[in-house]
């Protein structure tokens, strides 16, 4: 059973940092690419970053240069590390993969960038 679990959310100040968290599990990490989604108020799902199974990444336009992602697959862990974050940035971000044809997410976790 694929289980995605994240953490690391919370509230920061503009210009702050956080790092996301998503533990994998029930499958083979080190095969699947991985990837960041992020839902805003009243806003469409947005892919935000992906890292392929060998740890080339790609962004979303509004978060180049500032977030970056990460795997370690002996941890069968995706890291999101987020710097100079934005009030725009506030989201529920979502961890995700695609398992032959099927998506799997996480619960969940809010950040909240505001002063």
């Known amino acids: 059973q694929v289980q995605l679990v994240e953490s690391g959310g919370g509230l920061v100040q503009p210009g702050g940092s956080l790092i996301l968290s998503c533990l994998a599990s029930?499958?083979?990490?080190?095969?699947?690419?991985m990837a960041w989604y992020r839902q805003a108020p009243g806003k469409q799902r947005e892919l935000a970053a992906v890292?392929?199974?060998?740890?080339?990444?790609s962004y979303v336009d509004s978060v180049k240069g500032r977030f970056t992602i990460s795997r370690d697959n002996a941890k069968n862990t995706v890291y999101l590390q987020m710097n100079s974050l934005k009030p725009e940035d506030t989201a529920v971000y979502y961890c995700?993969?695609?398992?032959?044809?099927?998506?799997?997410w996480g619960q969940g976790t809010q950040v909240t960038v505001s002063s």
């Open positions: 029930g499958y083979i990490f080190s095969n699947f690419r």
């Open positions: 890292i392929s199974w060998d740890s080339s990444a």
């Open positions: 995700n993969t695609n398992i032959l044809g099927s998506e799997y």
